[in-house]
């Protein structure tokens, strides 16, 4: 199994700001995602983080809000940017080898004020 | 008993009994599914995966079954402990590379 180890773990931001979570695997791997947990809420994906091209975004989610870059195979970035209240969410880092189960990091509980 | 809370629906059981938690998933597409166990403030944890050419696969203590028939996957946890208490969420993919698509989510809450 992989190891994804996510920071900050929480972080509070003013709103207008942007933050830029990190997202490390212990192995090489070849899908990661990003997913979004509202409080009490299910997970809703993000994209798809794509190594060596564009992110693949899901509908209601766009490059300018949240741009994610993947330089390798073990590592992936998030940003969310010009924050806003209704950003205040926990962001989820996942990878999988494809058609075997996904591993989570601990997420990244933001709050925006 | 099961109910529908403010936002996930709970399901409540006396510590040492069965626990059934179900799911319906939404693509008929789908041959890949998987349990998730979100404790609070950590990160979905796998508990047990099943192929849409099986029907019923068998772990420690849990059992998820598969009817493609009605598009229904159930969690059965046997001797149901207070460790168990969290959220537990279905997951469905398809073709290998796409994305797991998560359920709605159930609490378990474990009554000692």
């Known amino acids: 199994s992989a190891v994804i180890s996510q920071k900050p773990s929480r972080d509070i931001c003013q709103r207008g700001t942007s933050l830029t979570i990190q997202c490390q695997v212990d192995s090489q791997v070849t899908m990661m995602f990003w997913y979004r947990q509202q409080p009490g809420q299910s997970l809703t994906l993000i994209a798809t983080a794509n190594q060596g091209s564009e992110a693949t975004y899901e509908s209601g989610f766009v490059i300018d809000k949240f741009p994610i870059s993947r330089p390798n195979l073990t590592f992936s970035t998030l940003t969310v940017s010009n924050m806003s209240p209704e950003d205040s969410s926990i962001y989820l880092c996942s990878a999988s080898d494809g058609n075997t189960e996904a591993f989570f990091g601990q997420g990244t509980r933001l709050t925006v004020v | 008993g099961e109910s529908v809370g403010l936002h996930l629906p709970t399901l409540s059981v006396q510590e040492g009994d069965n626990s059934i938690i179900n799911c319906a998933y939404s693509?008929?597409?789908?041959?890949?599914f998987i349990w998730y166990k979100q404790e609070s403030g950590k990160g979905p944890q796998f508990i047990i995966d099943?192929?849409?050419?099986?029907d019923k696969r068998q772990g420690q203590r849990v059992t998820v079954l598969l009817n493609k028939t009605v598009k229904h996957l159930s969690l059965q946890i046997a001797a149901t402990q207070p460790g168990d208490s969290a959220v537990y969420f279905c997951?469905?993919?398809?073709?290998?590379?796409?994305?797991?698509?998560f359920g709605k989510g159930t609490r378990l809450s474990v009554i000692a």
């Open positions: 693509n008929s597409a789908s041959d890949y």
């Open positions: 997951a469905e993919t398809y073709s290998g590379n796409t994305p797991l698509v």
């Open positions: 099943i192929r849409s050419n099986m």
